[in-house]
């Protein structure tokens, strides 16, 4: 074929090359896709050098072993490397949330084989175009990489390190980590070191040796929720039921605290001015960690007011007092009030309350706590003063059902107090409960001095008795049979009496 054919061919290959390139291109800008700079860089410039180089091959028969075909062909491989390295870099993006481009690959990685490929189209093109020996230059770069290597000792151990991180993957840029003393968002990983922002906005540089031999903490992995632990005191008279309530209400109502993990209270120690309890709680987002914590802690101190909690602090006072000390409150007469009320003890005088009264005994529960057990023989009397109770059966799988729940102003434990008969149900704290305790003892004396008190009270205690039989017996008894379940209150009395040893 004609010199001249073969160079008019080689333009129109560059035409229709040159023409299609232009029409991908305008269709990646339009995406902003990061390839345009790639395609770009090989249409303006590799494309006319090869051109170039084919019209001087076919037209002009220029011999290979002449200077100007040398330079243009090294001109050719500058500009190939060059495309090359532009592909890397941007073949190493991945398209992120809202169309922006970010490294798929750390920029040490990409880095490496940018150097790999400059080294390798250097080599070839001193092989390939200018005929030298790459034995004798391998020779001398291996001399001046001993050289090379003793004088920059310290930076090749952090490029070696930055290599093992890099295969390691132990965070990426965007994570949160602790290096040592050093906690930050890694905004940069490089041959030489890790760039670190920190919370106050300042960046620290940490070299990859120094990583290698610290402790590293990330704290974005292996996903980006991150637990959050606080310790805070309470008085001893604060309830700790109700102490875990109102914490548990400001955690779930901190912003940036996450409903799921949730939030878990423990009761931690018993120290030397309160009742300290452990709150951990999980955040999303590390880089408002300490304004997440802030408000947490901030929203503590007005929700204790508002529940009436003290939160104390260590302090020592000492007092000169000389008045006289004030008399202890006798709750003798809140007591009486409150068993006055009791159907039960209706029948009793005004002086046997008083002695009721003054016996008994308030006791304190926290939420699911077990109060009586089912078949436990028994000798207390209970009545609620505050709180709520749960009263269950145990069925014949040893499974339990609800069938009842008692409030402030109800009593339990008749039966076993009076005829120490096995308790006919269980009875456990729904929340935190107060409950007023009368034990035996206190009804044997009342009776010993008054028998006749015992048919009064059993009259009572026996309409109760009767309903809670037919809950228990209402699985196996036939209906026409669980009217039959009644005794009299004749029988009640003789039991109570030998009971009660009377």
Known sequence: MDARVKGLLVVLTWFAATLLATLVLRQLDARRHPLVATLRAFRNLLLPLLVALGVTVFSFDVPREHVAMRVLETLVWIAAIHVGLSFVKNTALTRQ????????????????????????????????????????????????????????????????????VLLERPFEVGDWVQIGAVTGEVIEMNWRSVRVRTRTKDLVVVPNSVIGKETLVNLSRPTRVHGEKHLIGFSYDDPPNKVKRVLMGVALATRGVLAQPAPAIRTKNYAAYSIEYEIRFFIEDFGRQQEINDEFMTQVWYAAKRAGLNIPFPIQTSYEYHAELPKRLDPTAAHKDALARVPVFVPLSPEELEVLGRDAVREEYGCGERVVHQGESGDAFFLIQDGTAVVTLRDDQGGEREVARLSRGEFFGEMSVLTGEPRTASVTALDDLSVLVVHKAVFHQMLGKRPALAQEMAEIVEARRQGLRAIADMKTAPPEQRAAIQKGAGELVARIRRFLGL
């Open 97 to 164: 949330e809202g169309g922006r481009y970010d490294t798929r690959f750390p920029k040490l990685l990409i880095d490496i084989l940018r150097v790999v490929l400059v080294l390798v189209g250097a080599a070839l093109v001193v092989k390939g175009v200018w005929g030298g020996d790459l034995g004798g230059l391998i020779t001398a770069i291996g001399v001046s990489s001993i050289v090379l290597g003793l004088a920059l000792q310290n930076t090749l151990d952090n490029v070696m390190a930055g290599i093992a």
